[in-house]
């Protein structure tokens, strides 16, 4: 299967700050999506961007599927922006089998 | 998007038993998935549930330990049997809505075994 790789795997932030998390696939993948864990457990679906660049808000991601990596932005970071951030995507054609990476864990201090 | 109730929410059980883990959907889905969360890493996938036939279980994870049933496209279970305390963990249900790619996560179930 497809290796998803983040970087990095810790950050810590000043509130207010910028920020860029990278996920790095080991070969090509379909459905890439964002995600963002809270505190309590909970994952909520940031972005689903295969490919292009996306805007919601504060966030921002870029997928460059040809190159395999994709790019989630954080512009003016705020305490409840603290969690961790996951990307995952598939590359099974016919059968989804989602490959989650292995995880930004972001701080994001007053 | 789709409201994915998972139940429970947490629970602390003793070694040797089994826990039933339900999802239930707000819509009719094709796909629903489980997915393990040991602390402090990533997801893996346990099994697709497959509506009315056996789930598709991935490398590392068997029916004996982690049975699934899936009676009708809104509504799924996962028992964990038979536990140990390495079966501590969250367990996930997600769902994909309509091929459309995108994947809607309950809000888990933390397990602790001791």
């Known amino acids: 299967g497809i290796q998803v790789e983040q970087s990095p795997p810790d950050l810590i932030l000043q509130e207010g700050a910028n920020s860029t998390l990278r996920c790095n696939f080991s070969?090509?993948?379909?459905?890439l999506q964002w995600f963002h864990q809270n505190p309590w457990g909970q994952l909520i679906n940031l972005f689903y961007?295969?490919?292009g660049t996306k805007q919601n808000g504060r966030l921002s991601a870029t997928t460059v599927a040809t190159e395999r990596y994709s790019l989630l932005y954080i512009s003016s970071s705020q305490t409840t922006d603290s969690g961790v951030y996951f990307c995952?995507?598939?590359?099974?054609?016919?059968?989804?089998?989602?490959?989650f990476g292995t995880g930004t864990k972001l701080q994001v201090i007053p | 998007s789709a409201v994915i109730s998972q139940k429970p929410s947490r629970d602390i059980c003793q070694r040797g038993t089994s826990l039933t883990i339900q999802c239930q959907v707000d819509?009719?889905?094709?796909?629903m998935f489980w997915y393990r969360q040991q602390p402090g890493q990533s997801l893996t996938l346990i099994a697709t549930?497959?509506?009315?036939?056996?789930?598709?279980?991935e490398s590392g994870f068997v029916i004996d330990k982690f049975p699934i049933s899936r009676p009708n496209l809104t509504f799924s279970t996962l028992t964990v049997s038979n536990m140990s305390p390495e079966d501590s963990s969250i367990y996930l249900c997600?769902?994909?809505?309509?091929?459309?790619?995108?994947?809607?996560f309950g809000a888990g179930t933390r397990l602790s075994v001791l």
């Open positions: 997600s769902v994909e809505m309509q091929g459309s790619g995108i994947q809607y």
């Open positions: 070969d090509s993948v379909n459905n």
């Open positions: 961007i295969p490919s």
């Open positions: 995952a995507g598939d590359n099974s054609g016919g059968y989804q089998k989602v490959t």
């Open positions: 819509s009719q889905v094709t796909m």
């Open positions: 549930a497959n509506q009315g036939s056996e789930a598709t279980y």
